[in-house]
């Protein structure tokens, strides 16, 4: 065994003796952060109507609250028409547009679900989540190379132009999940103006992390409809966020944002699953909100808390990984992630390492279709959860792992 070796595992040994239970799995907000929006539980007191006099208490308004449209609205820079104000979670929404696809097509199209497997776009690293909708309903998942400014467009133009079977896309267009890329305003463009094989084919622009931003200038986004419209190709995205990591993560507000004609077509199918989503939350989110300007003061006061968290991360991985070797990682402005690229073939052994030692990581190869990363190389860190103390022993940890694991190999 090399000295360089003994040593790593003598500090290894030593992690693990202190019996640590750290969990750097899931993206979640922490309790000081659900603090800030606890003025939402007692903002509404006994006034349960909404601006047109709705009795909030009450059955309907399926597409939302015309108050909470136009928040959600100013948020997404489309127009309220083109906002729907649902129930709790945004992932939800997502599901039951890629089930209408597949059962019943867009509104332009057949269903799509036929003789042959349906396929969608997948960006990698990406959303465990995304990719798991995809295998539940067997839709077939081709992996594109996520880059520094999005998507590989080559790759995305090639396979939409020359297979019907292509449609959809998943993206997180700002600070994506887990890489915290931004597309860049040619990436949004392209994406617009492609010319796809399949008429109906879908941009599931999952705009999760719109407002979260670590940086007090953060980089722009363009906007994904607008650019559609100017190309004619009004209806290819649908726009997906949530209150999720805004106010309360499961407790907030979800909402799909698209052309009028899919508009109409979303209503139809969720006006069968529900008679209207809880808007008593979507009045308490607008009165306390109350326009996108308090949602960007919010979103400043959470930056406060999770800077100094992304900040240990960078700085425990450059003092124990940075001099220059095979492991990379992302220096995200927004989002919940950190992701690392250990050396080839040393992911699983470092999540491995690291849960024997008392800290969970999301598992490896989570961020690929089917939970296989061919290279076994990418970790998603999650830093929001844990205190600082934690973070940074972690992190130290998962460094030591990394080490460990590439002089195994
Ligand atoms: N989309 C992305 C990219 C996410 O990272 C998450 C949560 O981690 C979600 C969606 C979940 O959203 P919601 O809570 O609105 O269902």
Redesign the pocket.
Known sequence: MSDQLAALRARYVAFKERGLALDMT??KPCAEQLDLALGMLDCLGRDYRAADGTDCRNYGVLEGLPEARRLFAELLEVEPAEVIVGG?????LMHDAVVLGLLKGMPDSQPWRGRHPVKFLCPTPG?D??FAICERFDIEMIPVPMLADGPDMDWVERLTHADPLVKGIWI?PRYS?PGGVVCSPQVVERLARMQTAAPDFRIFW?N??AVHHLVDTPPALTNVLTACKAAGHADRPLL?T?T??ISF??A?V?VVAASPTNIRHLLGGLGIQTIGHDKLNQLRHVRFFKDAAGVSAHMRRHAAILRPKFDAVQTVLERELGGGGSTTWSRPLGG?FVSLDAPDGCAARVVQLADAAGTKLTKAGATFPSGRDPRDRNIRIAPSLPGLDEITQAMELVAICVQIAALER
């Open positions: 899931r993206g709790n979670s945004s992932l939800a959303y989540r995304h997180v999940n999952d999760a992390y997906f949530s999720s990591k993560a499961g907030g979800g919940y």
